[in-house]
């Protein structure tokens, strides 16, 4: 009863959202930094690239301290929230543009929310200065349920000893450190994982996405000291963080690339011509796109307000899975009939309507889809 | 620039101490401008609203009541409906911000918005004079004359005189810039000839804002037309009754023969017709500010749905246990607050800025289309209660998504379909050729 009430409650209220002066800030240097960094030949030229980025920019996107904004200050951050991610990440999104930000940044927040002290001492204000990190999270069942784990950590010796494997591990080639999530004991463990343990246990893996660079990694036998494990009382507050943030951050991603895969199609639709006229003045197009337009509207409306009230609980994670949801609808529908619209063309490798389908497709399997967020949303309303 | 990021190319900042405590993470940090008025005073208003809607909304009315402005059928309904605007305007709840000097109450606009909320979440009945207030009031304080003002703006408020629209023509629907009905001046007066359709309250109207061709012979048939603020109860004019899918009435055809009007019910000039009904559109298409206030549609709230779901029986369990269900339900709540954070991110001008007036022009589209959708669902959880329609014992909630449904086209119809609302954003918002 309570619930139901809480649920109706929730309904009727104003639903929030807002604009801090810094996600205003950020949002106008993120417009033009990654316009200028991340032309579409770039991001072509950075498909055939091992580690599919460009190191030079990686390290100009540290020296403008946007690797620290999510971390406290007192460990050489900005001490900034998630919400002033979101800007940035966007316009990272709109421009297809591929570093380890998303990775590190996850990665970051995982030591943040749950780490000791002195991992956060020791850790944090080397990735706030530009070491890349990644999560090894996914697993051979495929299940976005973060709390899934059969890769193992065991005691042995004082020591702790892993086994199983990780899939999807972002950029873990280019990681200085990576942070698995194990079973120990039947309860999920994050250990961390420094990139001289990984030589040899590293496969690159095929994903949609060419753009972006996953790896497997192998964990039998890898053998760690217990400082390197993260305090276990505080691991399922903070793999919820991750998910939380994680899908934020992906909405926000993928509203980007919903925005640049409608003006690429509209650009298309503006030049090209057939039996005579211009291809976006027939409805049947132009009717389409005006549809994936509003759904991109709605699923923008959703990022900010999930931005402007994440961490909050309840209305927080409702609003975070309502934007990914939406984000990932609105991307998907949107990047689908890019392809379509552009013909013949749209079914070469060399039109970029491709890239952005990939993307979403890569998007919806990481950390859930749309109807895995509704059903999330839907045990909180009902 | 400088105060925790920087912009490429500036030096990179060292930390930045006490930056995020700086700024009050309040809501809509950036949503609203400095109010200049007493909040103290918006506070107390909206309080003393909140006990009027309480204490004086009549809950117990033993007939059906319109959910919208376009549906009011009965003179049981139009009186009772005139009444209760009027009550609702001497207690200062309705053009709470137009001015002072033509009947308003002339306070900040926020006043009226307030007392606007309370009256949907109290569920008030609806304001009766739509189209004076929203529409014919708004267009007459921006640009009519002096002596049009203090005419016509009170009578609109205290529902004394009810206005009607005179756009579309029974060969001309969306085809607006098209109308046929003649006025040609003769001396003092314009002789006017010709029908209009789908006139809302055009029964009961006083006036028409009135879109006729006064030149057609003009470079373009838009230059030809001009706008009327043109008495209803003038000889020459007559109404008819339309009856709706619905079964009710609300509408009429309106037809003119050499109905004769005063020649100062001109607005503007000869030729300005188009402008000014493309002005008026706005503030139909919700595109542009000034509305009196007040709620002219009942509009089923996101809340009902969910009683709906808990009360419905489907397959012999309540409706909302179902997974299937769940799912299409949570997709509806998500898209309802979608309209509502499309309308406050509106006023965040850096997030409203890649596509001007995106937002804005985006409105109708959305939310008609989706109270559609979100009462063809309901209807959906009913079962075979689903067959059942208004005065029928057996059925939901008397039928009031069967009959909501139907009535939802009024909305994805009028105003420019929804047809035409995807050439005007395909076109004004995303810039394509014109089809």
């Known amino acids: 009863m309570s619930a139901s009430n809480a649920t109706s409650d929730w309904a009727r209220a104003t639903p929030r959202i807002g604009l801090s002066e810094e996600q205003a800030q950020l949002l106008e240097v993120a417009e033009a930094f990654c316009r200028d960094k991340s032309p579409i030949d770039k991001v ?9 980025f460009d190191a030079a920019l990686w390290q100009e996107i540290a020296e403008l301290g946007w690797l620290g904004i999510g971390v406290p200050e007192n460990y050489g951050g900005i001490g900034l929230g998630m919400g002033e991610l ?30 000791s002290e002195a991992q956060k001492e020791e850790y944090l204000p080397q990735l706030a200065a530009g070491a890349a990190a990644s999560l090894a999270l996914c697993e051979d069942h495929a299940d976005w349920n973060l709390e899934n784990l059969t890769a193992t950590a065991s005691r042995e010796n004082g020591k702790l000893v892993l086994s199983g494997k990780k899939y999807l591990v972002l950029h873990a080639a280019s990681a200085a ?40 990694l192998d964990l039998d036998g890898l053998t760690l000291d217990e400082a390197h494990m993260l305090p276990m009382d505080m691991t399922a507050d903070a793999l919820a963080h991750i998910e939380q943030a994680a899908s934020l951050l992906l909405a926000a991603d993928m509203c980007g690339g919903a925005f640049a895969c409608i003006d690429v199609t509209l650009d298309y639709l503006k030049t090209r011509k057939q039996f005579g006229k211009l291809i976006g003045s027939y409805q049947s197009l132009k009717h389409t796109m005006v549809d994936a337009h509003q759904a991109y509207e709605k699923a923008r409306s959703h990022l900010y307000s999930a931005a402007h009230v994440f961490g909050e609980q309840g209305e927080g994670e409702m609003a975070v899975h309502m934007a990914k949801a939406e984000a990932a609808e609105a991307f998907s529908f949107a990047a689908d009939r890019a392809i379509q619209f552009h013909g013949g ?29 509704r059903r999330k949303i839907a045990a909180l309303m009902f | 620039m400088g105060r925790g990021i920087v912009a490429p190319g500036e030096a990179r900042l060292g930390k930045a101490r006490g930056l995020s405590h700086s700024i009050a993470k309040g809501d809509f940090a950036m949503a609203d401008t400095a109010p200049d008025f007493d909040q103290q005073e918006l506070r107390d208003f909206t309080e003393q609203a909140k006990a009027w809607f309480q204490e004086n909304t009549p809950r117990e009315v033993d007939f059906m009541l319109p959910l919208t402005f376009m549906e009011v059928g009965t003179d049981q309904q139009f009186d009772f409906l005139r009444d209760w605007q009027n009550k609702v305007y001497e207690a200062g709840y309705l053009g709470a911000h137009w001015p ?85 001046r003769d001396g003092d007066d314009y002789v006017i000839n010709g029908s209009k359709i789908w006139t809302t309250q055009g029964n009961y109207a006083d006036y028409m804002i009135l879109l006729a061709r006064t030149n057609p012979d003009a ?67 919700g595109a542009r500010s000034g509305q009196a206030g007040g709620h002219v549609m009942m509009m089923a709230d996101p809340t009902d749905i969910l009683g709906l779901a808990r ?18 339900l949570v997709a509806l709540m998500t898209e309802a607050r979608a309209l509502g954070l499309n309308s406050r991110r509106d006023k965040i001008q850096p997030l409203a800025q890649d596509r001007p007036m995106s937002l804005a022009l985006g409105s109708k589209l959305a939310s008609t289309d989706f109270y559609q959708r979100l009462n063809a669902f309901a209807i959906s959880l009913q079962g075979t209660r689903a067959a059942y329609y208004v005065g029928d014992d057996s059925a939901h909630d008397n039928g009031i998504w069967q009959r909501g449904y139907l009535n939802s086209f009024s909305a994805t119809i009028g105003g420019g379909t929804s047809q035409i609302q995807r050439n005007i954003i395909g076109e004004h918002v995303l810039g394509l050729p014109k089809s």
């Open chain 1, 44 to 52: 072509r030229a950075l498909i055939d690239d091992e580690t599919g």
């Open chain 1, 86 to 115: 979101v800007p940035l990440v966007e316009h990272m999104g709109r421009h297809l543009m591929n570093t380890p930000f998303m990775a590190t940044v996850l990665a970051t927040q995982a030591l943040v929310r749950g780490g």
């Open chain 1, 177 to 216: 450190m990576v942070l698995a999530s194990v079973a120990l004991d039947g309860q999920p463990a994050l250990v961390i994982l420094p990139a001289a343990a990984l030589g040899g246990r590293m496969t690159r893996e095929k994903i949609i996405d060419d753009t972006q660079r996953a790896y497997a």
């Open chain 1, 345 to 373: 063309f749209g079914f070469t490798y060399d039109c970029d309507a491709q890239l952005y389908r990939r993307r979403a497709i890569m998007g919806c399997a990481l950390h859930g889809d749309a109807r895995y967020h």
């Open chain 2, 100 to 184: 002072r000097e033509y009947g308003g109450g002339g306070h900040h606009r926020a006043f009226q918005d307030a007392a606007t909320k309370i009256m949907a979440q109290e569920r008030t009945p609806i304001m009766l004079n739509a189209i004076g207030l929203n529409w014919t009031g708004p267009l007459l304080i921006d640009r009519g004359s002096e002596a049009e003002k203090q005419s016509y703006i009170k009578g609109i408020l205290s529902a004394e005189t009810i206005w009607c629209q005179g756009f579309s023509e029974p060969e001309h629907g969306s085809d607006l810039g098209n109308a046929q009905t003649r006025a040609v």
């Open chain 2, 219 to 285: 470079e373009n048939k838009y230059k030809g037309l001009s706008f009327f603020l043109a008495p209803m109860k003038n000889d020459g004019v007559e109404t008819v009754p339309i009856r709706k899918l619905t079964g009710e009435y609300g509408f009429t055809q309106t037809f003119f023969t050499d109905a004769r009007i005063p020649a100062d019910c001109l607005m503007g000039q000869e030729g300005e017709g188009w402008l000014i009904a493309m002005q008026t559109l706005e503030y139909e298409r």
């Open chain 2, 311 to 328: 009360e419905a029986k489907l397959n012999g369990k309540p409706a909302i246990e179902d997974p299937a269900v769940q799912e299409e």
